[in-house]
């Protein structure tokens, strides 16, 4: 967090790809839409017109997000003998958060527009801006392309290009201007590069701003019936701090020998100042965070193990090799020694998915500070104890889930002309894994058909439907992600078989009831992902 602007440090604005802008936007309307009609996620409090940037998950989001959790913790704990979970509490002592740095430099700059009455973030303003000078870059390579076809090279072309030249060195005298005036803090210099660019708010036009001010990210309460000062607490901004407070208990309870890992899954809050892009930034999120503590010295090493660990990860859901990429940061807060996001290629183009950060001894250091404790640990073979150093690898749940869902929903034309609406969500994490279908409402076909499904619910989350055309349900299925569906006949009351089909293939294959749940199982447990 602090890597970026959050805090007195800077890390470049960098616009995500400029793919078709409409594109994207369809493609993420598409995704919302589909996702309110098959019950992955609602805004909140729907029947109040919503609450801005608050989302419910439905019947089926709650299934992929649970997915998305085990597969996380699954890789992370159980996959590694040296790292262990945590649950701990939302709330925390309100010292820990002076000592993190949040009280201090959890900020984003702000302003606001006075005849609209709306809030920005002055960088996404920015960075907005610059979106649209590469938008047109983009463009001119297209043309260029269509023009020269496979004799056209990108890179000269960028480089040669009267005009890219001229685009690429105005973004870059704008990065350079607002790095400079963040680092130094100089707020009047933000809003000087606002309106020197002639940025007006995007919803109305007026170019009539107030001056940028920092504002501080953290909600606010008061704990029970301490009044003032003394009684306020804060809704934690991440899950880590309560990793880094629990540090010595988990290692001594735990008898954990460096290195060794603490996993969290929960509840973060931040009150963005606009939060947009559907569940990609909210004010109530979920991260998936561990922190993995080594002796000073060997952080280099374990960085690069958890880049490359957690790259793995994402690739291993096939979601597209070309998914993903890594943005290292430059210039680092003053605590880190490394850190780089993995970026995925989202509806609106390249935006973090995961950050990766050597964090140093930074924060075990701060918290003996404030607390007057101790955070040591005892080496027995470099006989001293230290501070140990920490990496920290922390993904967005949401973002996950909405990576997940954005490149898994697709429109598809069949051999024989007609469409069909599929989610091609990687099967282990699908919320329903077979659904199991009579092809008739009598002749016995519904009572068998609930005796395959009580055999297969013991293992899988599995649905059973046996209302309109089993056409139309292969349809509805395919639109909610089931990799498998059973069709239960008139034969397999005699052969004790059902049909099988793939979500994917569409193909159907007779399978016995005997053989069912090990096929099942092949297609999509977690082997199919960890393997
Ligand atoms: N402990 C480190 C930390 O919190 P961060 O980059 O601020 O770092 C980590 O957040 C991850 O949490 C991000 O990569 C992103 O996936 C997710 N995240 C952050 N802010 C979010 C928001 N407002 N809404 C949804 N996800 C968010």
New binding site residues.
């Given amino acids: ?1 602090f890597c970026g602007l959050r805090g007195a440090m800077f890390t470049p604005i960098k616009p995500s790809t400029p793919f078709d802008m409409a594109q994207q936007d369809d493609h993420l309307k598409r995704v919302i839409g589909h996702a309110k009609e098959y019950g992955f996620v609602f805004p909140s409090s729907d029947i109040y017109d919503g609450l801005s940037a608050a989302y419910d998950y439905g019947q089926l989001g709650v299934e992929l997000k649970n997915n998305i959790k085990s597969y996380w913790w699954t890789a992370m704990v159980r996959m590694h003998e040296n790292i262990v979970g945590l649950d701990a509490s939302i709330f925390m002592h309100p010292t820990t958060w002076k000592a993190s740095g949040h009280v201090d430099a959890f900020n984003d700059p702000l302003i606001d527009n006075k005849d609209s009455k709306k809030r920005y973030r002055a960088d996404v303003l920015i960075e907005d801006h610059i979106g649209k000078i590469e938008a047109k870059i983009a463009k001119d390579v297209a043309k260029a392309s269509k023009k020269f076809g496979d004799a056209f090279d990108e890179a000269q072309f960028r480089e040669t290009n009267g005009n890219c030249v001229r685009r690429q060195a105005e973004i870059d005298g704008i990065n350079e201007r607002f790095k400079t005036a963040m680092n130094a803090e100089d707020l009047d210099a933000v809003k000087q590069l606002i309106v020197d660019l002639g940025i007006k708010d995007p919803e109305t036009g007026s170019a009539n701003w107030t001056d940028v001010r920092q504002f501080n990210l953290m909600f606010k309460t008061e704990l029970g019936a301490v009044s003032g000062d003394a009684g306020v607490i804060y809704l934690r901004p ?1 899950t ?1 701090q309560g990793i880094f407070v629990n540090f010595l208990n988990v290692q001594k309870s735990g008898r954990m020998k460096l290195p060794f890992g603490i996993a969290q899954i929960g509840k973060a809050f ?1 009150n ?1 100042i606009i ?1 947009r892009q559907f569940i ?3 004010r109530e ?1 979920e ?1 998936m ?1 561990m922190q993995f503590f080594v002796p000073p010295g060997d952080q280099g090493k374990w960085y690069e193990y958890w880049k490359e660990a957690r790259i793995q990860w994402h690739k291993s859901l096939g979601l597209g090799e070309g998914s993903y990429r890594f943005h290292d940061h430059i210039k680092m807060a003053h605590y880190a020694d490394a850190a780089c ?1 993995i970026e995925f290629n989202f509806p609106m183009g390249f935006k ?4 990766i ?1 050597s964090r140093t001894d930074f924060d075990l250091n701060a918290h003996e500070e404030h607390s007057g404790k101790k955070l040591r640990y005892y080496d027995p073979e470099r006989e001293e104890s230290y501070v140990p150093y920490v990496i ?1 690898t ?3 749940l ?2 996950m889930f909405l990576a997940v869902l954005s490149s898994a929903l697709r429109n598809e034309t069949l051999a024989d002309g007609s469409e069909r609406v599929v989610m091609s969500i990687p099967s282990a994490l699908a919320p329903v894994k077979v659904a199991v279908l009579p092809l008739l409402k009598k002749d016995g076909l519904p009572e068998k058909a609930r005796e395959v499904m009580d055999r297969l619910k013991l293992d899988h989350s599995v649905q059973y439907d046996e209302k309109d055309a089993i056409g139309r349900r292969y349809r509805r299925q395919d639109a909610i992600g089931t990799p498998l569906c059973v069709t239960i006949d008139h034969d397999t009351l005699d052969d004790q078989a059902v049909t099988l089909r793939d979500r994917d293939t569409m193909e159907q294959i007779r399978v016995p009831i005997s053989e069912l749940s090990s096929r099942v199982a092949e297609r999509v447990g977690w082997s199919t992902l960890f393997s």
């Fill in positions: 967090y991440e880590a931040r963005e939060a990609f930034r909210m999120f991260q965070e996001d973090e998915l995961e950050g950060h920290e922390s993904i967005g949401d973002r």
